[in-house]
Nanobody, 124 residues
């Protein structure tokens, strides 16, 4: 059974940092993207950061230079390091799997598997 379990969310002041972690068990596809989406109140879900099977990474323009996606533990753990957080980063963050294999497509598309989400609140 495929399972994604996120952790690391919380509340932080603008300019602060958080490190999100996703533990993955079960691989439904031979090749796939893994990454993070988010959904702010009243907004649609949007791609934040993606890494594909070749290690290629893509980021949403608004987080470039601030967020870093990485893999640990033989790709069973997915990390999102978030620095210089802004109020507009406030959202529910979801660990995702996409059966497509090109990072650019995965960032813009609709993921196939979602975690339960972890809340990030950035405010003073």
């Amino acid at each position: 059974q495929v399972r994604l379990v996120e952790s690391g969310g919380g509340s932080v002041q603008p300019g602060g940092s958080l490190r999100l972690s996703c533990d993955l068990s079960g691989y439904p596809y031979d090749s796939m993207c893994m990454g993070w989406f988010r959904q702010a109140p009243g907004m649609e879900r949007e791609g934040v950061a993606i890494v594909d099977r070749d290690g290629q990474k893509r980021y949403r323009d608004s987080v470039k230079g601030r967020f870093t996606i990485s893999q640990e533990n033989a790709k069973n753990t997915l990390i999102l390091q978030m620095n210089n957080l802004k109020p507009e980063d406030t959202a529910m963050y979801y660990c995702i799997i996409d059966r497509r294999r090109i990072a650019t497509y995965c960032l813009l598309g609709t993921p196939d598997i979602w975690g339960q989400g972890t809340m990030v609140n950035v405010s003073s």
